[in-house]
Nanobody
């Protein structure tokens, strides 16, 4: 599966953005999906995960309540709604796909990656 992330940009602190990740292929609904982010000079970190049917979601503890992951299997797209953005949310955001059951916060357990979209939050 090929993934294409979009929706990043420059936003002021307190603002919102919605990222999208469009997937190619007819098997999108069989993959669990996740968002990760990587700030300059830092390791890639887990943001959120959603199961293949959207029935289960998981979030990094520090982001609960501000970020929401969702998916539309009819459109082969996964979303990340980000509210009340902070300068420390500045990063390149990546979507990723994973076969199999269960969720994971480890990047190495994901099989496919999008190219990333840059989110910059100004203070």
């Amino acid at each position: 599966v090929q993934l294409q992330a979009s929706g990043g940009g420059l936003v002021q602190a307190g603002g919102s953005l919605r990222l999208s990740c469009a997937a190619s292929g007819r098997t999108f609904s069989s993959y669990a999906m996740a968002w990760f982010r990587q700030a300059p000079g830092k390791e890639r970190e887990f943001v959120a995960h959603i199961s293949w049917n959207g029935g289960s979601t998981y979030y990094a503890d520090s982001l609960k309540g501000r970020f929401t992951i969702s998916r539309d299997n009819a459109k082969n797209t996964v979303y990340l709604q980000m509210n009340t953005l902070k300068p420390e949310d500045t990063a390149v955001y990546y979507c990723a796909a994973r076969r199999g059951s269960g969720w994971s916060s480890h990047p190495y357990e994901y099989d496919y990656w999008g190219q990333g979209t840059l989110v910059t939050v100004s203070s």
